[in-house]
C-alpha cells in the first residue's frame, strides 16, 4: 500500500478534534465520512466547519468555495456506513481508554482489511488500543494538535507492533495535509510535545507549592525570560486544570515518575478549573471566554528560568537517549507544538549544559525526587566538555574559538567574543600583564568584523577585585599618575570600541574592577554580588575613571558616597541607582551576557555605533553641540543601507535583516 491508495477516510468523534481533523483532510481533498454517536453533534461539527471554511475562504486561503469542500463531508451515527469503505480511520473519541478499545475493536470489524486505523490520543498507549484489534501493524498514532486546522505539528507514533509501511503511510499523508510530522519511535507517555511540556509544568507547580515563587513570578520568568507565547499557569487554565490533572495522571499511571502536589489535586477538584469556568489561576472575563491574563515583566526577574526549564530538557534527554526520538523532530515538535521560539535543546545549548545539569541536581536534592536526576546523556556530555554554545558543540555545532592569555582567555563565540579576566586566585585583580594583554586582545576583536559584541567577565569567585594593589607598593607619586594614565587610555580603548561592551558582574567588582564595569556600555550583575570603590580605605582615590564616569552615571550624591565611604554595595542597590541594568539569579548571569551579546547582533552594527558615538562624545560637549552631533549622527545613519532595510521592512510588515552596512 501506498499513501496514493489512500483516498476515503473516516473520522469517529467529531468534537473539537475530530470536525477539526476531518475538515484538514477535506481541505486536502479527501471524501471524509464523520461519525458520532449523536445527531446534534455532528450538525454542530459541520456548523463549525462551515465558519472556519468561510473565514479561510475570505482570508484568501482556500483554492475551492467552501461549498466544494464541505460536499466532501458526510455525516452518519452509523459506524459500519462510515467505515466500510474507509483506506484510513481517525478516531478522535475522549482520552478513555476502555472507551477507544471499544471503538477499534468495532471498527476492526467494519472497515476493509486494508485500512490503516490511526489514533489522535494524545495521553493513552498505541499498543494497548492496537490490541483490540486483529491488526496491531495497521494501528498508529496520529496525534494532531488544537486547532488541527492551524496547528501545524502531527506527533506519528509507532506502537509496538505497527509496521513501517503504515508508519511511512502516514509520516506521508501528514505532509500530504500540509502537516509536518515528527516521528515518535516508540510508545512513550506523553509523546513529544506533553512530556516536556508537563515536565515544565511539573516544576512549576512544585516551585508554587513549595512557596519559593508565586504564579504572577513563573508566568513573567516563563514569558519573558524564557521567551514562551504563554506563562505556565496560563497555559494550564488554557488547557483545564481537570484536563491536566488527568493528563499526569495518565502518565503517572504508565510509569513516569511525576508527582502531583496536593495544592494541584484539590485545585482539580474544585469548580475552578481555568479559562471554562471563568476562573482558574487568573480570572477571566467569563466562564470560556479568554483573556490573557497581565503579567509584570519585573515580577519574574528572581526566578532562575535555567532551573525552571531544566526538567523539560532533562525529558526531552530521554526521549533522544532512549531513541524515541530525533532531537531534530524534538526541536520541531516544541517550535511548532508549543509554539517555542527556539527547540529545547537549542534552550540547553543556550543555557549550557553544565549549568543544567547542575540545576537538575540541586532540583534532586531539593525535591527528592527521581524525575530530577540528570539524564546520562547529559552527565556525559558535560564529561566531555560538550556543554553548549559557550564551548562550540552541544546538541548542536557552534563556531567558538578559544586564546588564552597569561592573564586573560579571549573566546570567540560568534557572533559574541568574551573577554574572561583570569586570575582567579587574586580575585582577577588587574596588573600590568592583563592591561598589555586586554590592549592586544581589543585590537583584535576591534579588527574582526564578525564579532557583533564584546562581554567582560570574571573566572573564579568575582569579576573584579581591582587594580593589583601589590603593584602600587614601591610606586612614587609620579609613577602613579602615570599608572593612573595608562589604566585610563585601557579603559577609554573598552569605551570607545566600535562593538558594544558588557560587563557581567559576579562576586565582587570593586575599585578598578568597577572602573572596567563602568568603561562598559552595559552591566548586569548576579545578585549577591558587592560593587564599590575602596580605594579611599587604602589611603588613595579612584584611578581608573571612576570619579567622572561613576558621576556621570549616579551622579555626584551618589558617587560621592561610595568614593568618601569605601562601601559595597549589593547588586540590587546598584540597578535602583541605575548602576548596574540587570540583577539576575547567579546561574544566569552568563546567559543574559549571551542574550544581550545575541540580541545586539541581530541590529544594524553602524547605527548601534553611531548611537554610541554621539552619546559618548555628546555628552563631553555643550548640550547644543550634543544635538547638532546627534542630528549628524541621524543622517549618517539615515545613509546606511541598514536604514533602507529597516525601514521598508516596516513599511512590507516582516521583521528586518540587518548586515551591518
Ligand atoms: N590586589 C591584589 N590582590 C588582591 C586584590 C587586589 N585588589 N584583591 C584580592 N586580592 C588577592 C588577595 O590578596 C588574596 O591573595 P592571597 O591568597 O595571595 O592572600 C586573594 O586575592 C584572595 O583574596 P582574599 O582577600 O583572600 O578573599 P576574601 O574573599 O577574603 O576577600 C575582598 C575579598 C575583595 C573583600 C578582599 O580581597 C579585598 O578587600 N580586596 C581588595 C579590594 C580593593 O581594595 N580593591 C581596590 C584596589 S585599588
Redesign the pocket.
Known amino acids: 500500500m501506498s499513501v496514493e491508495s489512500i483516498k476515503k477516510v473516516a473520522v469517529i468523534g467529531a468534537g473539537t478534534m475530530g470536525h477539526g481533523i476531518a475538515q484538514v483532510f477535506a481541505m486536502a481533498g479527501y471524501q471524509v465520512w464523520m461519525r458520532d454517536i449523536a445527531q446534534e453533534i455532528l450538525d454542530r461539527a459541520i456548523s463549525r466547519i462551515k465558519i472556519s471554511l468561510e473565514k479561510l475562504y475570505s482570508k484568501g486561503v482556500l483554492r475551492e468555495p467552501p461549498e466544494a469542500i464541505l460536499n466532501r463531508i458526510r455525516t452518519t451515527l452509523d459506524i459500519n456506513e462510515a467505515c466500510k469503505e474507509a483506506d484510513l480511520v481517525i478516531e478522535a473519541v475522549p482520552e478513555k481508554i476502555d472507551l477507544k478499545k471499544k471503538v477499534f475493536s468495532e471498527v476492526d470489524a467494519v472497515a476493509p482489511k486494508h485500512a490503516i486505523l490511526a489514533t489522535n490520543t494524545s495521553s493513552l498507549s498505541i499498543t494497548e488500543i492496537a490490541s483490540a484489534t486483529k491488526r496491531p501493524d495497521k494501528v498508529i498514532g496520529m496525534h494532531f494538535f488544537n486547532p488541527p486546522v492551524i496547528m501545524k505539528l502531527v506527533e506519528v507514533i509507532r506502537g509496538e507492533k505497527t509496521s513501517d509501511e503504515t508508519v511511512n503511510i502516514i509520516m506521508d499523508i501528514a505532509k500530504k495535509l500540509g502537516k509536518e510530522p515528527v516521528l515518535v519511535n516508540k510508545d512513550s507517555p506523553g509523546f513529544i510535545v506533553n512530556r516536556i511540556l508537563f515536565a515544565l509544568f511539573h516544576e512549576a507547580l512544585w516551585s508554587v507549592d513549595s512557596g519559593e515563587h508565586t504564579v504572577d513570578e513563573i508566568d513573567s520568568a516563563a514569558r519573558y525570560k524564557a521567551g514562551f507565547p504563554m506563562g505556565i499557569f496560563e497555559l494550564i487554565d488554557y488547557i483545564g486544570i481537570d484536563i491536566t490533572h488527568q493528563i499526569f495522571q495518565a502518565m503517572i499511571d504508565r510509569g513516569v515518575k511525576f508527582q502531583i502536589p496536593k495544592t494541584f489535586e484539590e485545585k482539580a477538584k474544585s469548580n475552578e478549573l481555568g479559562v471554562k469556568s471563568g476562573k482558574g489561576y487568573y480570572k477571566y472575563p467569563a466562564p470560556g471566554v479568554f483573556a490573557k491574563p497581565s503579567v509584570s515583566i519585573k515580577a519574574g526577574v528572581k526566578v532562575d528560568i535555567i532551573r525552571l526549564v531544566a526538567p523539560a530538557i532533562n525529558e526531552a534527554a530521554m526521549l533522544f537517549e532512549e531513541g524515541i526520538a530525533s532531537k531534530e523532530d524534538i526541536d520541531k515538535a516544541v517550535k511548532l507544538g508549543l509554539n517555542w521560539p527556539m527547540g529545547v535543546f537549542e534552550y540547553a545549548d543556550l543555557f549550557g549544559i553544565d549549568t543544567v545539569v547542575s540545576a537538575l541536581e540541586e532540583l534532586r536534592k531539593v525535591r527528592g525526587m527521581e524525575i530530577y536526576e540528570p539524564r546520562k546523556i547529559l552527565k556525559e556530555m558535560v564529561e566531555r566538555g560538550e556543554v553548549g554554545r559557550k564551548s562550540g558543540k552541544g546538541f548542536y555545532s557552534y563556531r567558538v574559538e578559544e586564546k588564552k592569555f597569561e592573564t586573560i582567555i579571549v573566546k570567540y563565540e560568534y557572533p559574541i567574543a568574551w573577554i574572561i579576566l583570569n586570575?582567579p586566585?587574586?580575585?582577577n585583580?588587574?596588573?600590568a600583564k592583563m592591561l598589555e594583554e586586554m590592549e592586544k586582545a581589543l585590537k583584535e576583536i576591534e579588527d574582526n568584523k564578525e564579532i557583533k559584541a564584546v562581554v567582560f567577565m570574571g573566572s573564579g569567585?568575582?569579576f573584579?577585585?581591582?587594580?593589583?594593589?601589590?603593584?602600587?607598593k614601591d610606586m612614587s607619586g609620579v609613577d602613579a599618575f602615570l599608572y593612573s594614565r595608562r589604566i585610563q587610555k585601557v579603559f577609554e580603548i573598552i569605551e570607545n570600541l566600535t562593538k558594544p561592551t558588557i560587563a557581567a558582574i559576579h562576586?565582587?567588582a570593586?575599585?578598578?574592577?568597577l572602573e572596567l564595569a563602568l568603561a562598559c556600555d552595559l552591566r548586569v550583575a548576579a545578585s549577591g554580588s558587592?560593587l564599590?570603590?575602596?580605594?579611599i580605605?587604602?589611603g588613595?582615590i579612584?584611578?581608573?575613571a571612576a570619579t567622572q564616569r561613576l558621576t556621570r552615571i549616579i551622579g555626584e550624591g551618589k558617587a560621592k558616597e561610595l568614593i568618601f565611604l569605601?562601601d559595597?554595595i549589593a547588586a540590587e542597590d546598584a540597578e535602583s541607582i541605575g548602576l548596574v541594568n540587570k540583577v539576575v539569579p547567579p546561574r544566569e548571569l552568563e546567559l543574559e551576557a549571551r542574550k544581550i551579546g545575541l540580541r545586539i547582533a541581530e541590529k544594524p552594527a553602524l547605527s548601534l555605533l553611531i548611537a554610541k558615538y554621539v552619546i559618548n562624545y555628546g555628552k563631553d560637549a555643550a548640550e547644543s553641540v550634543g544635538k547638532v552631533l546627534e542630528s549628524l549622527g541621524f543622517g549618517l545613519a539615515r545613509s546606511t543601507k541598514d536604514a533602507e532595510e529597516g525601514i521598508k521592512a516596516f513599511l512590507e510588515k516582516r521583521k528586518p535583516k540587518f548586515k551591518g552596512e
Open positions: 586570575r586566585k587574586k580575585l585583580a588587574i596588573n569567585k568575582a573584579c577585585a581591582g587594580a593589583d594593589v601589590s603593584e602600587f562576586g565582587y570593586l575599585g578598578g574592577g558587592l564599590g570603590q575602596p580605594e580605605g587604602l588613595i579612584p584611578g581608573a569605601g559595597y
